[in-house]
């Protein structure tokens, strides 16, 4: 079955606006998971070099997080909700993406608890991890 909820831009699933979108589209979101690519581009705000910065990735992750609360709200007709990053752990970062180099984002729901959202994300090069972190989302529901 296609899912034409992915053909939507991706401002539908999340509250950022250029220039601070940091993913370009959702691969794929089933279950508990979401992946979404994202093309590094040279006038990109988290570039240190020609690289993709670590506050870049975490930027990547936290909204590839609020694409799949985002996409959930959208799938039932609910209004989508504003998210905070409540905080960052156990951030691992072993490589950088360069420019012009699209680089993919899991995340994955670990718990969920009344507006808080625990998940674990991974930004990727090809299979290659570039950076890990764990984030406590609390979303804004009121």
Known sequence: MIDQLL???ITDFIPQREPMVMIDKIITCEG???TTSFLVKSDNQFLSGNRFSESG???NIAQTAAAKVGYECLKNNEPVPLGFIGSINKVGVVDYALVEQVITTEVIIQREVLNVTIIKGTCMLGDKDLATCEMKIILDLG
């Open 7 to 9: 053909d939507r831009p």
């Open 57 to 59: 990735m975490l930027e």
């Open 32 to 34: 508990n998971t979401i």
